[in-house]
Protein backbone atom coordinates (compact mmCIF):
# COMPACT_ATOMS: atom_id res chain seq x y z
CA UNK A 1 0.00 0.00 0.00
CA UNK A 2 1.34 3.55 -0.73
CA UNK A 3 0.37 6.60 0.95
CA UNK A 4 -0.64 9.67 -0.52
CA UNK A 5 1.60 12.96 -0.64
CA UNK A 6 0.47 15.34 1.65
CA UNK A 7 -1.26 13.06 3.95
CA UNK A 8 -0.78 15.20 7.34
CA UNK A 9 0.26 12.36 10.17
CA UNK A 10 1.34 14.06 12.97
CA UNK A 11 1.95 17.40 14.34
CA UNK A 12 5.44 17.75 15.52
CA UNK A 13 4.72 19.95 18.87
CA UNK A 14 2.68 16.88 19.37
CA UNK A 15 5.35 14.15 19.55
CA UNK A 16 7.23 13.66 22.77
CA UNK A 17 11.22 13.56 22.69
CA UNK A 18 11.93 10.71 22.32
CA UNK A 19 8.81 8.72 20.91
CA UNK A 20 7.48 6.06 18.58
CA UNK A 21 3.90 6.31 17.78
CA UNK A 22 1.09 4.15 15.71
CA UNK A 23 -0.46 6.26 13.16
CA UNK A 24 -3.35 4.51 11.32
CA UNK A 25 -4.22 6.95 8.38
CA UNK A 26 -7.47 5.32 7.03
CA UNK A 27 -9.79 3.51 9.08
CA UNK A 28 -10.49 1.32 5.98
CA UNK A 29 -7.46 -0.17 6.38
CA UNK A 30 -6.43 -0.35 9.93
CA UNK A 31 -3.55 -2.93 9.43
CA UNK A 32 -1.82 -0.56 6.89
CA UNK A 33 -0.35 1.74 9.94
CA UNK A 34 2.67 4.20 9.76
CA UNK A 35 5.68 4.44 12.87
CA UNK A 36 5.89 8.42 13.05
CA UNK A 37 9.35 8.63 15.78
CA UNK A 38 10.91 11.44 17.18
CA UNK A 39 14.36 12.06 18.56
CA UNK A 40 15.65 15.49 19.02
CA UNK A 41 15.14 17.39 15.76
CA UNK A 42 14.83 14.00 13.93
CA UNK A 43 11.67 12.45 12.70
CA UNK A 44 11.41 9.88 10.48
CA UNK A 45 8.07 7.30 9.39
CA UNK A 46 8.57 3.87 9.03
CA UNK A 47 5.60 1.18 7.92
CA UNK A 48 4.63 -0.65 11.00
CA UNK A 49 5.78 -3.82 9.89
CA UNK A 50 8.80 -5.98 11.33
CA UNK A 51 10.91 -7.44 8.39
CA UNK A 52 11.47 -10.50 10.91
CA UNK A 53 7.53 -12.12 10.56
CA UNK A 54 5.27 -9.35 9.47
CA UNK A 55 3.93 -8.35 12.68
CA UNK A 56 3.17 -4.63 13.52
CA UNK A 57 5.60 -3.15 16.40
CA UNK A 58 3.11 -2.34 18.87
CA UNK A 59 1.86 -3.67 22.31
CA UNK A 60 -1.48 -4.74 22.91
CA UNK A 61 -2.26 -1.16 24.24
CA UNK A 62 -0.95 0.24 20.84
CA UNK A 63 2.27 2.32 22.61
CA UNK A 64 5.29 1.01 21.02
CA UNK A 65 8.27 0.16 23.83
CA UNK A 66 11.33 2.72 23.64
CA UNK A 67 14.31 2.10 24.69
CA UNK A 68 17.35 3.86 26.19
CA UNK A 69 15.44 6.78 24.26
CA UNK A 70 17.62 5.89 21.02
CA UNK A 71 15.61 2.11 19.54
CA UNK A 72 12.31 1.23 19.26
CA UNK A 73 11.31 -2.63 20.28
CA UNK A 74 8.97 -4.96 18.20
CA UNK A 75 6.65 -6.78 20.84
CA UNK A 76 5.95 -9.66 18.55
CA UNK A 77 9.69 -11.13 19.16
CA UNK A 78 11.72 -8.13 21.00
CA UNK A 79 13.68 -7.19 17.54
CA UNK A 80 15.08 -3.57 18.07
CA UNK A 81 14.83 -0.83 15.79
CA UNK A 82 17.36 2.88 15.60
CA UNK A 83 14.26 5.69 15.76
CA UNK A 84 16.43 7.55 13.44
CA UNK A 85 17.19 5.26 10.71
CA UNK A 86 14.93 2.17 11.61
CA UNK A 87 18.02 0.28 11.18
CA UNK A 88 18.03 -3.02 12.68
CA UNK A 89 19.64 -2.74 16.31
CA UNK A 90 19.23 -5.87 17.60
CA UNK A 91 16.89 -9.43 17.86
CA UNK A 92 15.94 -11.91 15.06
CA UNK A 93 15.68 -9.26 12.26
CA UNK A 94 19.21 -10.33 11.36
CA UNK A 95 20.33 -6.56 9.63
CA UNK A 96 16.80 -5.94 8.03
CA UNK A 97 15.66 -2.10 8.18
CA UNK A 98 12.55 -0.95 8.79
CA UNK A 99 10.80 0.16 5.74
CA UNK A 100 11.29 3.70 5.42
CA UNK A 101 8.40 6.06 4.31
CA UNK A 102 9.63 9.55 2.98
CA UNK A 103 8.32 12.37 4.76
CA UNK A 104 8.49 16.48 4.90
CA UNK A 105 8.21 18.89 7.96
CA UNK A 106 6.31 21.82 7.14
CA UNK A 107 4.08 24.33 9.18
CA UNK A 108 4.85 22.40 12.23
CA UNK A 109 3.34 19.43 10.19
CA UNK A 110 4.41 16.16 9.60
CA UNK A 111 3.37 14.94 6.63
CA UNK A 112 3.68 12.23 3.48
CA UNK A 113 6.50 13.50 1.00
Not at 18 to 37: H, K, L, R, S
Not at 50 to 79: K, T
Request: aromatic fraction near 6%; proline fraction near 7%.
Amino acid sequence: MTFASGLVLAQVDALPDPCAIVVMPDAATPYATIIVTRRGDHIAAFRNKCPHAGYPLQRADGRIVVQEGRYMMCSGHGASFTLEEGACAGGPCNGEPLERIAIVVRGGAVAVA
